[in-house]
């Protein structure tokens, strides 16, 4: 039984063929790279850029938004005027935004009537039959009455059923109407909070008072935590011209950024703001380039006809964009991050077998002794219960 033993033992040890790794130095040093830069990997990008050790959670935001500026005009057709909020803040109250208009074009005292339509390729006439009754096309003012009537003195036109006179928008208003639009402030009160980790705060920090917020305008430099802008200079931090702006309008964007971790204190957890443009500016380029609407004031004359003010608006919507994400220490992304970690430096040797078997230029070389089978022992007999082998004399270099 001991010799039968014995004999198992040594076939199972010595009968089954080698597979053997050839290593060299340059091999180990490869492996030992990859391994290098997994490591520098994880504790660099994961856990300190990433702050992978964090519970993250995204915001949850609010703002309002109040503007203050007067400004004057004064025009052969409307007089000296002055213009408040109430006349160039529309509406007076948006979700996220806020329009104020820096250009209009007004057609004062419709009533409705029959007048003649506005000259173009399809409303120019010569005779009653140029005109169809009822027929309204997509920029019509009105419903064509089939009367052909004098535009002026030179043009005929088909007659409408519309508000009349109908309004006049070929020739916009250069420099822009409220030139002084610029001057105008934007006051912004944003309310954030983190649900995961009930933390909440405000645009206006703890530390500003009702002194400081009545004299400050947000600089970059020199307030960069003051709520209110002015008009111009936040055009301005986009890179655009407010007066060229002003003509036909645009859209700006007013962003809020709330970073915050929340492993520091809550002083540190503050809003950073930043601006673009986020149409077009090349109207040369483009259809129906800024950004205009219409809208009418009503009024009920003594005689009891109805009239109003025609008020086609351009000027600046300004969306105010608040995004951020908060980070704690939490310890299962902890976990999950170290063994995501540990489970990449299994892949080492992968990258390493790769680089030299397919990449170096003796990658043929290393292919062909990456394994060697290489038989330990020789039988010899096996006589009389007496098991008698040959073994073959130790590696050497000399053998590969």
């Known amino acids: 039984m001991v010799l039968c033993g014995a004999l198992h033992s040594f076939l199972f040890e010595y009968d089954t063929p080698r597979i053997v ?4 130095r340059k091999v180990g040093l490869i492996n ?12 660099g990008w994961v856990f300190l850029w990433e702050k992978g050790y964090q ?26 005027r002055v213009w408040d909020v109430a006349d160039y803040v529309i509406p007076p109250q948006g979700e996220n935004t806020v329009f104020v208009m820096t250009n209009v074009i007004l057609t004062l005292n419709q009533s409705q009537g029959r007048c003649p339509e506005l000259p173009d390729d399809q409303t120019k006439c010569e005779v009653k ?9 997509t920029h019509s003012s009105g419903i064509q009455t089939g009367e052909c009537v004098p535009y002026n003195n030179s043009i005929k036109t088909c007659e409408v059923f519309a ?72 055009v301005e931090a986009a890179g655009q011209d407010f007066q060229e702006m002003a003509v036909e309008g645009g859209v700006m964007a007013l962003q809020i950024n709330w970073d915050c971790n929340l492993d520091m204190a809550a002083s540190h957890c503050v809003p950073k703001y930043s601006f673009r443009r986020l149409d077009n500016k090349d109207s040369a380029h483009t259809v129906s380039p800024g950004y205009n609407f219409r809208f009418a004031k009503y009024y009920r004359n003594s005689d009891g006809t109805e009239s109003r003010t025609l008020v086609k608006a351009y000027g600046i919507r300004f969306d105010i964009i608040v995004f951020g994400k908060a980070g704690k220490f939490d310890v299962i992304p902890t976990m999950i991050n170290i063994g ?32 060697k089978y290489v038989e330990d022992y020789e039988l010899v007999s096996i006589n009389e219960g007496k098991v008698k082998a040959k073994l073959l004399p130790p590696l050497t270099p000399e053998r590969f």
Request: glycine residues 4%; positive net charge.
């Open 21 to 24: 790794l050839i290593r060299s």
């Open 32 to 43: 030992r790279a990859v391994q290098l830069g997994i490591l520098a990997y994880v504790i």
């Open 55 to 80: 519970e993250t959670d995204s915001v949850v935001s609010s703002v309002t938004t109040k503007v203050k500026g007067v400004t004057l005009t004064n025009t052969s057709t409307l007089g000296a």
């Open 129 to 137: 039959n140029n005109c169809i009754p009822g027929y309204v096309s």
């Open 163 to 234: 508000w009349c006179p109908v309004e006049d928008d070929y020739h916009i208003p250069r420099p822009a109407f409220l030139q002084e639009a610029e001057n105008f402030t934007l006051l912004v009160k944003n309310n954030i909070w983190y649900r995961k980790f009930n933390f909440s705060k405000r645009n206006i920090l703890p530390t500003i008072n009702s002194t400081y917020l009545k004299n400050c305008i947000y600089d970059a430099q020199t307030d960069p935590f003051c709520p209110i802008f002015r008009l111009g200079k936040i």
């Open 340 to 371: 995501s970690g540990l489970a990449l430096f299994g892949v080492a040797t992968v990258l390493c077998d790769i680089v030299v078997l397919y990449c170096m230029k003796k990658k043929y070389y290393y292919r062909e002794k990456k394994y």
